[in-house]
Structures are given as C-alpha cells and as structure tokens.
C-alpha cells in the first residue's frame, strides 16, 4: 500500500476527521488516482471498522468517528470522483420510517454505505412511505434501506413496503430493513430482501 494511502486508512481507524483532510489532496497531488485511494484508503478501512466492531474490539462510538473521518476525506475526494466519471455502487434512499425521529443508528448506515461507494439520498426521520416511492420514480433510486428504533413505529416498513408494491415499482428495488426491535423473522415477514441484527450491548 502506497504510503499516503496507508496514512489516510490509519486516520480514518482512528477517527482523525483533520489528519484526513491534510491527507487527501497530498494523496491526489501525488499523482494517486481517486479510485485508487478511496478503494484502498477509505473503504478498505471502513471495511476493517466493520470488521473490528463485528469481533468487539470498536464500538458505535468509534464506527460513527471513524465514518465521520472518511466523509471528510470522502468530501475532498468526490469532485475528482465525478470528473473521472467513478461509477457508484447503486444509489440507496435511507430513512427511519413514519413515526421514528431516532437518526443514529440510521446516519451510520447511510455514513458507512457512502464510505462503500453508494451515492446515498438520505431522507431523514419520520418519512412517509410515499416519499420512498417518489425516491424511486423520480431519483432512480434501486435500494431502499428503511430503520426503526421502536415497536410501536416498525409496523411502518410493512407499511412502506406495501406501498412500494402498490406502486409497481417493488420488482425493481431491493428493500433492507435495521433497527434494535428488528428480527430475521420480522424481516422476512413483511418482504425485506435485506435484514442484518443489531449486536447488543455495544454503545459502551
């Protein structure tokens, strides 16, 4: 790994938002491509945060200053990004559905799909299933990630979901579902196509 990029991925596991900001344009006046350093600097290490949460050793704390650092970088890096015509990996449209105002757990997801290479449109809380549907009608969107924190407000992903399918557009989308009261069985129920658990006891 070449040694900038090596300097930007140590940074953005640490969570130095600034170290990665002075980074980056020495990164790109060195000549480094920016697909080459947002691969191997930033989503190689959101990658290895993902992995250090899965084995406890981060927790939610240093996933959200980890992918804050990589949104800085990732910042600095997008008008280079776009100039090179960088494919994105989908475009999703995240939100927490009608009735959730809790955004945390909701703004890490949309922080580490970004640092992944979507282009993510983030609508919020408390979002309508028709705001879904006119995400998918009027912005192409082809993932829909919708969150909920509490019981009495995930009934609303069925809700959003029906309506997606009363739409016509269910066929062309893929649908993931997260949250603390979501379960597997849940999931599959109202037709998610997509379903990871939240492991507990680990906000520190």
Not at 121 to 133: E, Q, R, S, Y
């Amino acid at each position: 790994m070449d040694p900038i990029i090596r300097e930007i991925y140590e940074a953005i596991l640490a969570g130095n938002s600034k170290a990665v900001e002075a980074k980056v344009p020495v990164a790109l006046s060195a000549g480094l491509t920016p697909q080459k350093i947002l691969e191997e600097g930033m989503i190689a290490a959101m990658a290895e945060v993902g992995r250090l949460f899965e084995q406890g050793e981060y927790f939610v704390p240093e996933m959200l200053i980890a992918a804050r650092a990589m949104q800085a970088g990732l910042a600095l890096l997008k008008p280079s990004l776009k100039a090179g015509n960088f494919p994105s990996a989908g475009k999703v449209a995240i939100g927490s559905v009608l009735g959730d105002l809790h955004d945390i757990g909701k703004n890490l997801v949309a922080m580490m799909l970004e640092g992944a290479g979507f282009e993510v449109l983030d609508l919020g809380t408390n979002v309508t299933p028709a705001k879904f549907v006119a995400a998918v009608t009027e912005k192409d969107v082809r993932i829909i990630a919708l969150s909920a924190l509490l019981t009495t407000t995930m009934s609303g992903m069925k809700t959003t979901i029906d309506a997606l399918a009363q739409a016509g557009v269910r066929g062309k989308i893929k649908i993931m579902v997260g949250g603390a009261p979501i379960t597997e069985k849940f999931a599959q129920q109202i037709g998610a196509d997509g379903y990871a658990p939240m492991p507990a006891a680990r906000w520190r």
